[in-house]
């Protein structure tokens, strides 16, 4: 196939050029290079909107010379450029100051099984275009099917099939291939002056693991329709329940707080509490890299070093910080396979679920919040404060009464880690970072 | 003194792309083979540097090219698209064909020939591109930056300072016959600092830039400034109080608020999201949509501004665009396709990422206008109230509801400003603050130059201004 033996082409340029380093002094030598496809169709009432299929490659370099450091990165992988910029690179190693913890990865035996992971499916590159676009058009149909939808801001269809290939001078050599698709719809509700919208999505690596049209349909005219005719509510504080997509939110949050990175750069509230309980007993957080056909599952992570699952906190204690090998050096600690280009990113990073179904947790509030979507900013990691614009559902004894908006919620993740009186047993792997519903004891609602 | 960032790479497109003028009007053919009405080539080859510094040191320096084609065909409303980065004249037709795909039927426009244009103003004529300037140069602009941060206060912890420059070249031929091009310089150094008091810590930001040479930092912004300024704000947020939560009269800083026009406004009036009829504003053109005070524009024609530029990703050439006067709204930003579509003229704001991407209509520089009164005065007719100073950025829906951050604050108590209030969220509905704007300012300032706007996963680099302004009344989030 005429794909391979391109792919076998890139390894080999990468390895070419990682040995052009080496002859012009370089010490340490890393290339990457990343290989996608892309197939991206919009579309709005019945009609496609924007057609997209392209591909595209591109290969980043980092070099290490006196324990100086360099990166680049090219889109044109001429060899002429690329041996430019890895000359430049070199020289501009001397521009660096010299920095004892920089440097590849110790060389480690592990293995790795891409098989095992199902990350990658055949079936996408195979899918007839036609197919895609009947999904689109199909899930748009069924929502705006439903009369109190009023306008539509058209559904998607979306897959992409990446090659990664890494190639190390202390002799890593490794290349995976993975898919991603995607379907998704978006829909107003209500008059031009009092419009209400939401939408809903389905992302997985198998095309056969999709959710249906219908549903992903139904759950974006419920999540919009929901929110018809909201009401203000007065400042106060209440107990406040995270639907999933929320919980995600608040955990994507905790990320950016127990990131090796941002823990030696102190710009994280967690910085000195390792091994102190943080949380209370509900709270058991992992990431994971090696899930089976999960969306943040991969082999290895951006530097060569194979992914695992790693427990950040259990039962409310904080076990570990999540890091590439820069951040473990300067932390005193190990690499967690967390390395995501120039930093740390999440695998599959996740709450453990509880017991409690979603409608026990709402039957259980005798006043609250139930939190549907935030909007804006308002994330501080240094100190773990929150304040985001926010939507939602009234709870009043136990049922869902009204919905909500214009309303500002904050609090303190500090804080909210011990106030999470229950988890959810409802934890879908929907993103890389993925949460169970969950009940807050009590945050700050601003109102009127 | 080695003398790196030579502009060793070629510049003009056919000696990056090793195309001529027929290769491209045959592309344009192709693409047109299915039927198409209109049908574009955007060739981008962008180079870009960056250096950051912390804990001391120079960690790393990096060095980026990108290097691309995008060919875009459209088709009464609808657009098929295709790239690549492999400037191959295979891999070209094959994206020529995919963008082709999106149309039904055979070839009906005429021959293309190319006509080309320049642009008729430079709105950065900056002498010495920076990417031709030394290393050393930029690195001692990086330290200054560093010890102004560092040695500002023995409270001052971490500092982290990136400096980013960036040469974009850019050539959009398409079947009406245009052929255009274009170099936008880009620049950006920021200041990240963590202050530290008995167990508190808070974090600074400030940074600067444009479309502009180093001179710039000698000149007009120095890295004294922008490191002192960073180290003001996180010392000063030591001191801050948590903010108030209720509705209450809010005054708006000069500068800094004009990400509030940005979100609450701008966005809302892009068109397409009115020929989508999905914006609050659609059915509101020539309407009063806020008290009459409020003037607004988008000018992407400000000389040296971050937003600027010659001509928009589709070749047109920009104007200041009037959207709301005396409080009525007067105009969209455009692009092709949605002023095609619309009936309406072109205003330059087709933008795009880059090469990867479909224009979209975007904001470049926005801002309100100055107004009439002192604000002084402004700050004195409000007995209690939130005075809203720096953010950390915003969002708005198509409904109008939007959020913005603010990261610093001070209360307002019988008129004057009293205690700094730390990470607040002001939230409302864009047609509601228009009509509460009820005091508008004589001093329009622009923010800093360093900010970057988001939609539908593009980002591109943008700035607002806008002068003192009272709203009588807005939702404040906060944990009082």
Same mark, same amino acid.
């Not at chain 1, 990343?34 to 496609?48: L, N, Q």
């Not at chain 2, 004589?442 to 996963?457: A, N």
């Given at each position: 196939?005429?794909?391979?033996?391109?792919?076998?082409?890139?390894?080999?340029?990468?390895?070419?050029?990682?040995?052009?380093?080496?002859?012009?002094?370089?010490?340490?030598?890393?290339?990457?290079?990343?290989?996608?496809?892309?197939?991206?169709?919009?579309?709005?009432?019945?009609?496609?909107?924007?057609?997209?299929?392209?591909?595209?490659?591109?290969?980043?370099?980092?070099?290490? @010379?006196?324990?100086?450091?360099?990166?680049?990165?090219?889109?044109?992988?001429?060899?002429?450029?690329?041996?430019?910029?890895?000359?430049?690179?070199?020289?501009?190693?001397?521009?660096?100051?010299?920095?004892?913890?920089?440097?590849?990865?110790?060389?480690?035996?592990?293995?790795?099984?891409?098989?095992?992971?199902?990350?990658?499916?055949?079936?996408?590159? /195979?899918?007839?275009?036609? @197919?895609?676009?009947?999904?689109?058009?199909?899930?748009?149909?069924?929502?705006?099917?439903?009369?109190?939808?009023?306008?539509?801001?058209?559904?998607?269809?979306?897959? @992409?099939?990446?090659?990664?290939?890494?190639?190390?001078?202390?002799?890593?050599?490794? /290349?995976?291939?993975?898919?991603?698709?995607?379907?998704?719809?978006?829909?107003?509700?209500?008059?031009?002056?009092?419009?209400?919208?939401?939408?809903?999505?389905?992302?997985?690596?198998?095309?056969?693991?999709?959710?249906?049209? /219908?549903?992903?349909?139904?759950?974006?005219?419920?999540?919009?329709?929901?929110?018809?005719?909201?009401?203000?509510?007065?400042?106060?504080?209440?107990?406040?329940?995270?639907?999933?997509?929320?919980?995600?939110?608040?955990?994507?949050?905790?990320?950016?707080?127990?990131?090796?990175?941002?823990?030696?750069?102190?710009?994280?509230?967690?910085?000195?509490?390792?091994?102190?309980?943080?949380?209370?007993?509900?709270?058991?957080?992992?990431?994971?890299?090696?899930?089976?056909?999960?969306?943040?599952?991969?082999?290895?992570?951006?530097?060569?070093?194979?992914?695992?699952?790693?427990?950040?906190?259990? @039962?409310?204690?904080?076990?570990?910080?999540?890091?590439?090998?820069?951040?473990?050096?300067?932390?005193?600690?190990?690499?967690?396979?967390?390395?995501?280009?120039?930093?740390?990113?999440?695998?599959?990073?996740?709450?453990?679920?509880?017991?409690?179904?979603?409608?026990?947790?709402?039957?259980?509030?005798?006043?609250?919040?139930?939190?549907?979507?935030?909007?804006?900013?308002?994330?501080?990691?240094?100190?773990?404060?929150?304040?985001?614009?926010?939507?939602?559902?009234?709870?009043?004894?136990?049922?869902?009464?009204?919905?909500?908006?214009?309303?500002?919620?904050?609090?303190?993740?500090?804080?909210?880690?011990?106030?999470?009186?229950?988890?959810?047993?409802?934890?879908?792997?929907?993103?890389?970072?993925?949460?169970?519903?969950?009940?807050?004891?009590?945050?700050?609602?601003?109102?009127? | 003194?080695? #003398?790196?960032?030579?502009?060793?790479?070629?510049?003009?497109?056919?000696?990056?792309?090793?195309?001529?003028?027929?290769?491209?009007?045959?592309?344009?053919?192709?693409?047109?083979?299915?039927?198409?009405?209109?049908?574009?080539?955007?060739?981008?080859?962008?180079?870009?540097?960056?250096?950051?510094?912390?804990?001391?040191?120079?960690?790393?320096?990096?060095? +980026?090219?990108?290097?691309?084609?995008?060919?875009?065909?459209?088709? =009464?409303?609808?657009?098929?698209?295709?790239?690549?980065?492999?400037?191959?004249?295979?891999?070209? !037709? #094959?994206?020529?064909?995919?963008?082709?795909?999106? *149309? $039904?039927?055979?070839?009906?426009?005429?021959?293309?020939?190319?006509? %080309?244009?320049?642009?008729?103003? +430079?709105?950065?004529?900056?002498?010495?591109? &920076?990417?031709?300037?030394?290393?050393?140069?930029?690195?001692?602009?990086? #330290?200054?930056?560093?010890?102004?941060?560092?040695?500002?206060?023995?409270?001052? $912890?971490?500092?982290?300072?990136?400096?980013?420059?960036?040469?974009? %070249?850019? &050539?959009?031929?398409?079947?009406?016959?245009? =052929?255009?091009?274009?170099?936008?310089?880009?620049?950006?150094?920021?200041?990240?600092?963590?202050?530290?008091?008995?167990?508190?810590?808070?974090?600074?930001?400030?940074?600067?830039?444009?479309?502009?040479?180093?001179?710039?930092?000698?000149?007009?912004?120095?890295?004294?400034?922008?490191?002192?300024?960073?180290?003001?704000?996180?010392? +000063?947020?030591?001191? *801050?109080?948590?903010?108030?939560?209720?509705?209450?009269?809010?005054?708006?800083?000069?500068?800094? =608020?004009?990400?509030?026009?940005?979100?609450?406004?701008?966005?809302?009036?892009?068109?397409?999201?009115?020929?989508?009829?999905?914006?609050?504003?659609?059915?509101?053109?020539? #309407?009063?949509?806020?008290?009459?005070?409020?003037?607004? %524009?988008?000018?992407?024609?400000?000389?040296?501004?971050?937003?600027?530029?010659?001509?928009?990703?589709?070749?047109?050439?920009?104007?200041? &665009?009037?959207?709301?006067?005396?409080?009525?709204?007067?105009?969209?930003?455009?692009?092709?396709?949605?002023?095609?579509?619309?009936?309406?003229?072109?205003?330059?704001?087709?933008?795009?990422?880059?090469?990867?991407?479909?224009?979209?209509?975007?904001?470049? +520089?926005? %801002?309100?206008?100055?107004?009439?009164?002192?604000?002084?005065?402004?700050?004195?007719?409000? =007995?209690?109230?939130?005075?809203?100073?720096?953010?950390?950025?915003?969002?708005?829906?198509?409904?109008?509801?939007?959020?913005?951050?603010?990261?610093?604050?001070?209360?307002?108590?019988?008129?004057?400003?009293? *205690?700094?209030? !730390?990470?607040?969220?002001?939230?409302?509905?864009?047609?509601?603050?228009?009509?509460?704007?009820?005091?508008?300012?004589?001093?329009?300032?622009?923010?800093?130059?360093?900010?970057?706007?988001? !939609?539908?996963?593009?980002?591109?680099?943008?700035?607002?201004?806008?002068?003192?302004?009272?709203?009588?009344?807005?939702?404040?989030?906060?944990?009082?």
């Amino acid at each position: 196939m005429s794909g391979q033996k391109e792919s076998t082409g890139l390894m080999n340029l990468a390895e070419s050029l990682a040995s052009f380093g080496k002859t012009q002094g370089a010490d340490e030598i890393e290339i990457t290079v990343v290989e996608g496809m892309e197939f991206d169709v919009d579309v709005r009432y019945g009609k496609i909107e924007n057609l997209i299929e392209a591909g595209s490659k591109y290969l980043a370099m980092r070099v290490i @010379k006196e324990k100086r450091t360099a990166f680049a990165t090219s889109s044109d992988l001429s060899m002429d450029t690329l041996q430019q910029l890895m000359k430049n690179a070199i020289r501009r190693t001397e521009y660096a100051n010299l920095d004892e913890y920089t440097g590849l990865p110790n060389p480690s035996k592990s293995t790795f099984d891409q098989a095992s992971l199902n990350i990658y499916d055949p079936e996408i590159s /195979e899918l007839d275009p036609k @197919k895609k676009i009947a999904l689109a058009m199909e899930t748009e149909k069924i929502a705006l099917a439903d009369r109190r939808i009023t306008n539509s801001h058209g559904a998607s269809f979306e897959t @992409k099939e990446i090659k990664t290939h890494l190639v190390n001078s202390f002799g890593f050599i490794g /290349e995976y291939k993975e898919t991603v698709c995607s379907l998704s719809v978006g829909v107003q509700a209500g008059e031009t002056d009092e419009k209400v919208e939401d939408f809903w999505s389905s992302s997985q690596r198998y095309f056969k693991d999709l959710e249906p049209p /219908e549903k992903i349909a139904q759950r974006a005219v419920e999540r919009t329709v929901r929110q018809i005719r909201p009401r203000k509510i007065q400042t106060q504080n209440v107990s406040v329940i995270f639907e999933p997509p929320m919980t995600s939110w608040l955990l994507g949050f905790l990320f950016s707080c127990v990131s090796g990175m941002a823990v030696y750069q102190k710009l994280s509230f967690l910085a000195d509490k390792l091994g102190e309980k943080i949380g209370n007993d509900n709270i058991t957080v992992y990431d994971d890299g090696h899930m089976p056909g999960k969306l943040g599952t991969r082999p290895f992570d951006s530097e060569g070093v194979p992914t695992s699952q790693n427990t950040v906190i259990q @039962k409310g204690m904080l076990k570990n910080f999540l890091c590439d090998t820069y951040a473990a050096r300067k932390l005193k600690l190990q690499s967690t396979g967390n390395a995501d280009g120039a930093g740390v990113g999440p695998n599959n990073f996740y709450l453990q679920a509880g017991e409690f179904s979603p409608e026990e947790i709402i039957k259980s509030t005798a006043k609250g919040l139930i939190l549907t979507r935030t909007l804006g900013h308002g994330l501080n990691p240094v100190t773990g404060d929150i304040s985001r614009g926010a939507f939602g559902l009234w709870v009043v004894k136990g049922e869902i009464a009204y919905p909500v908006s214009e309303i500002t919620i904050a609090g303190n993740l500090g804080k909210i880690l011990n106030q999470i009186e229950m988890v959810g047993n409802d934890l879908e792997f929907r993103s890389p970072i993925s949460g169970p519903t969950i009940k807050i004891q009590q945050l700050t609602i601003a109102g009127e | 003194m080695n #003398k790196i960032f030579m502009r060793h790479y070629p510049v003009s497109f056919e000696e990056h792309f090793q195309l001529s003028p027929d290769d491209l009007e045959q592309f344009l053919r192709i693409a047109l083979s299915q039927g198409g009405d209109f049908s574009e080539i955007f060739l981008e080859y962008r180079m870009s540097n960056s250096i950051r510094m912390e804990e001391d040191i120079i960690k790393e320096t990096s060095e +980026n090219i990108m290097l691309g084609i995008g060919i875009r065909v459209i088709f =009464s409303d609808q657009t098929g698209y295709g790239y690549t980065n492999d400037p191959s004249p295979a891999k070209i !037709k #094959k994206a020529a064909l995919t963008a082709a795909s999106i *149309a $039904k039927g055979e070839l009906i426009q005429p021959p293309v020939q190319l006509q %080309y244009a320049l642009p008729p103003h +430079n709105f950065y004529p900056v002498f010495s591109p &920076t990417l031709e300037d030394s290393l050393d140069r930029k690195i001692s602009l990086v #330290k200054e930056t560093y010890h102004a941060a560092s040695h500002f206060d023995e409270n001052i $912890k971490e500092v982290k300072i990136t400096f980013i420059e960036q040469v974009r %070249y850019i &050539t959009i031929v398409n079947s009406e016959g245009l =052929s255009i091009s274009d170099v936008q310089p880009l620049l950006k150094l920021i200041c990240l600092c963590i202050a530290e008091k008995s167990g508190k810590r808070e974090a600074g930001f400030s940074g600067g830039g444009g479309r502009v040479g180093l001179d710039f930092f000698r000149k007009n912004l120095t890295p004294g400034q922008i490191g002192g300024e960073a180290a003001e704000e996180a010392l +000063n947020l030591l001191e *801050a109080v948590l903010p108030p939560a209720g509705e209450m009269p809010i005054v708006l800083a000069p500068g800094h =608020s004009g990400v509030l026009i940005h979100e609450a406004v701008g966005h809302l009036l892009e068109a397409d999201f009115n020929r989508k009829k999905t914006s609050v504003f659609w059915d509101k053109l020539g #309407k009063r949509v806020g008290n009459e005070q409020i003037f607004i %524009y988008d000018d992407p024609t400000i000389p040296f501004f971050r937003g600027s530029y010659n001509i928009d990703d589709e070749g047109t050439v920009p104007k200041k &665009t009037p959207l709301i006067e005396g409080g009525k709204l007067v105009g969209f930003l455009q692009d092709r396709l949605s002023a095609k579509l619309m009936g309406m003229p072109l205003t330059g704001h087709g933008r795009r990422q880059d090469y990867t991407c479909i224009p979209v209509p975007r904001m470049s +520089n926005t %801002y309100i206008d100055k107004g009439e009164y002192d604000p002084e005065n402004i700050i004195r007719s409000v =007995s209690r109230g939130f005075y809203a100073h720096r953010y950390q950025g915003g969002q708005v829906e198509d409904s109008g509801k939007f959020t913005f951050s603010v990261s610093s604050g001070f209360l307002i108590e019988g008129g004057k400003l009293t *205690a700094p209030v !730390k990470q607040a969220t002001l939230i409302g509905t864009n047609i509601d603050i228009l009509r509460k704007i009820d005091k508008v300012g004589s001093d329009l300032i622009f923010g800093l130059q360093t900010g970057t706007c988001g !939609k539908e996963g593009q980002a591109a680099p943008v700035t607002d201004g806008c002068p003192t302004l009272k709203i009588t009344s807005m939702t404040v989030g906060g944990l009082r």
